[in-house]
């Protein structure tokens, strides 16, 4: 498995912008399809991006479209998710994740092997 560390979260204003990164420990990234998720209080974590092992696929969930890019570096060993026009309803705690072989459509939580240990993101209105 591999670790994995957020970070980048914080606490902006609606239509403002954050940047998460998501560190992967070893030499085997590549063989990851990473995804980010997010937890809000009182809510079950939700599926947010994918993006495959080589960063030429990528998935959104509905509510992120257009407003959120994810992207890769395996030379870096990262996995980045730039959020622009922020909504008060993205404020959760987000989470990267690891899939072993996976593909851009690995959008249940359960297809996933490593987690990092979450960073908070709170838009205010």
């Known amino acids: 498995q591999v670790q994995l560390v957020e970070s980048g979260g914080g606490s902006v204003q609606a239509g403002g912008s954050l940047r998460l990164s998501c560190a992967a420990s070893?030499?085997?990234?590549?063989?990851?399809?990473m995804g980010w998720f997010r937890q809000a209080p009182g809510k079950e974590r939700e599926f947010v991006a994918t993006?495959?092992?080589?960063?030429?696929?990528?998935y959104y969930t509905n509510s992120v479209k257009g407003r959120f890019t994810i992207s890769r570096d395996n030379t870096k060993n990262t996995v980045y998710l730039q959020m622009n026009s922020l909504k008060p309803e993205d404020t959760a705690v987000y989470y990267c994740?690891?899939?072993?072989?996976?593909?851009?459509?690995?959008?249940?939580?359960?297809?996933?092997?490593?987690w990092g240990q979450g960073t908070q993101v709170t838009v205010s209105s």
């Open positions: 070893g030499r085997t990234f590549s063989r990851y399809a």
């Open positions: 993006i495959s092992r080589s960063g030429s696929g990528t």
């Open positions: 994740a690891a899939d072993l072989y996976g593909s851009a459509q690995s959008v249940h939580p359960n297809n996933y092997e490593s």
